[in-house]
């Protein structure tokens, strides 16, 4: 359920903001390895798009750890929203996303310009044109 949207926002956001900083123009990447600049820009696309998908999904992880953690009765979504919604507001479905939106920024700032930069010399060392 918080999947899906997750990773579709993941890594249709990191596609479009390298598109929009001006770093990938028709699919292909124009980051120079040896730019300071260029990896920083691409860090930080790596970094939103995270935290993009983390806002998009973290109501749908609160729900899913609160039913995970309640042993004493058998909950459903619906139940689990409804419920805290009525006690504590639309806060409750946010409550410690700060710490997710941090954790989140430092890893997919590492994880995504790493794998584009593997999948980048992977595709160099088979002979493959990069698209």
Known sequence: MRDFPGWGIYFFSYEALQKLVGIKTDGVSNVNTNNFSSILLLMLC????????????????????TIQVTTTEKLTMRHVASTNYRAHGLSWFFKGMSAALARSFVVNSITLPVYDYLYYKSNLCLGATHE
């Open 46 to 65: 790596g970094g939103w798009a995270g935290q993009l998908s983390w806002i998009v999904s973290y109501p749908a992880d609160v729900i899913k750890t």
